[in-house]
T-cell receptor, first 116, second 115 residues
Framework: DVKVTQSSRYLVKRTGEKVFLECVQDMDHENMFWYRQDPGLGLRLIYFSYDVKMKEKGDIPEGYSVSREKKERFSLILESASTNQTSMYLC???????????????FGAGSRLTVL | AQSVTQPDIHITVSEGASLELRCNYSYGATPYLFWYVQSPGQGLQLLLKYFSGDTLVQGIKGFEAEFKRSQSSFNLRKPSVHWSDAAEYFCAVRIYGGATNKLIFGTGTLLAVQP
């Protein structure tokens, strides 16, 4: 089975701190995604990457940046954390192919971030 | 604009009762549609997907969904709910954006199951 691992399940940070959220997948997937999940708002796409060193903004990229230096790893960076970035962050990956298994996202368990 | 609407924020059903969760989408092209489930403290797990062909699709855990193009709907159903089905359910549609496609999710429906 594809595994998507988010190393930090729970984080507590202070306003203004720089925060790194790490995500690693083990199935050689080309595409990786970062979503933010908030009650009543569902999942909103922050950034995605379709290949190494490639990235595209999602629907809510403000206040975030990403890094994809290796195919298996996709990092979400909060340059200066703010209280309104308190949320659950979900990473996902997917193969780029045309087979039926493509287009299906596999999610990590999530990283719950609290910014004080 | 592309969007997914789940009109029911919260639903409570009795164990053994039937279930239908509603999903409507807005997308100009042929949609790829998905239902995911999220148990407390977990990531999302794929329940089922529709790409083409038979409009009634079967998924895991006894769930099924029916694609109705005329109604722009993709409702999720289960004939008999189990207590372990209590979770949050998300409908999603694939859209093309930039160099690849991406999923747009609905706001979710939280299912509670009464004994």
């Amino acid at each position: 089975d594809v595994k998507v691992t988010q190393s930090s399940r729970y984080l507590v940070k202070r306003t203004g701190e720089k925060v790194f959220l790490e995500c690693v997948q083990d199935m050689d997937h080309e595409n990786m995604f970062w979503y933010r999940q908030d009650p009543g708002l569902g999942l909103r796409l922050i950034y995605f990457s379709y290949d190494v060193k490639m990235k595209e903004k999602g629907d809510i990229p403000e206040g975030y940046s990403v890094s994809r230096e290796k195919k298996e790893r996709f990092s979400l960076i909060l340059e200066s954390a703010s209280t309104n970035q308190t949320s659950m962050y979900l990473c996902a990956s997917r193969s780029q192919g045309v087979a039926s298994g493509a287009n299906v996202l596999t999610f990590g368990a999530g990283s719950r971030l609290t910014v004080l | 604009a592309q969007s997914v609407t789940q009109p029911d924020i919260h639903i409570t059903v009795s164990e053994g009762a039937s279930l239908e969760l509603r999903c409507n989408y807005s997308y100009g092209a042929t949609p790829y549609l998905f239902w995911y489930v999220q148990s407390p403290g977990q990531g999302l797990q794929l329940l089922l997907k529709y790409f083409s062909g038979d409009t009634l699709v079967q998924g895991i855990k006894g769930f099924e969904a029916e694609f109705k193009r005329s109604q722009s709907s993709f409702n999720l159903r289960k004939p008999s709910v189990h207590w372990s089905d209590a979770a949050e359910y998300f409908c999603a549609v694939r859209i093309y954006g930039g160099a690849t496609n991406k999923l747009i999710f609905g706001t979710g429906t939280l299912l509670a199951v009464q004994p």
